[in-house]
């Protein structure tokens, strides 16, 4: 072989190697710009998951408050209506403030037909049930039409019952929400 073509041959290895060179840079950048674009994905899926898992939480927990709050308020309005049938007339404010917190307490637990778990909702049923009894007693109470059978006793038991599943459900429910007895978050 002479030496022009031994340089010739060296010159196209090195033009080779150059462009292999560059070629497997290229294809190691690419590799690597890939690998951090899915970690961006996956980190944005993460993101969005727990995003979304905060909206929930968030959702459960206002759905909880209304809860707790309407029921409440239900029943503190209830308690102070068989009290005036025991004691004195029943005023119209009260008994537009027995319809108000009635309606608030039906709306409350149509969300929360929606987004309490079984168990709570299961509880939650129990005290509109109760709820819907008391409140009929203490109407045909107030029109005089009772029933030979309905007592404003029965009355007050039942609206001990639902202080005592208030209160069941308050705690279940917080401790859904991951809260403590004495308040920390878990």
């Known amino acids: 072989m002479s030496h022009s073509v031994s340089t010739l041959l060296l ?11 560059a070629l497997l840079t290229q294809c190691g950048a690419m590799k690597a710009k890939q690998t951090e674009l899915d970690q961006a994905q996956r980190q944005h899926e993460s993101d969005r998951v727990a995003d979304e898992q905060r909206a929930a939480i ?6 909880y408050i209304e809860v707790n709050q309407t029921f409440r308020h239900y029943q503190a309005a209830l308690d102070d209506y068989l009290s005036s049938l025991l004691s ?30 079984e168990e709570l909702l299961d ?20 029109q005089n039409n ?20 208030l209160y069941y459900l308050r705690q279940r429910m917080r401790a859904e929400l991951g809260i403590s007895d004495s308040g920390q978050i878990l």
Request: glycine share 6%.
């Open 11 to 21: 010159a196209v290895v090195g033009v080779l190697g150059t462009l292999a060179s």
């Open 58 to 63: 968030q959702a459960r927990r206002a759905c």
């Open 88 to 117: 004195h007339p029943v005023t119209e404010g009260q008994r537009a403030e027995v319809e108000e917190t009635r309606h608030a307490s039906r709306d409350a637990y149509a969300e929360a037909q929606m987004i309490l778990p």
């Open 123 to 142: 509880r939650a049923a129990e005290l509109v049930k109760r709820f819907n009894f008391v409140y009929g007693l203490l109407k045909r109470f107030d």
């Open 146 to 165: 009772q029933r030979p059978d309905d007592d404003l006793d029965t009355a007050r038991e039942q609206l001990d019952h639902v202080t005592a599943g």
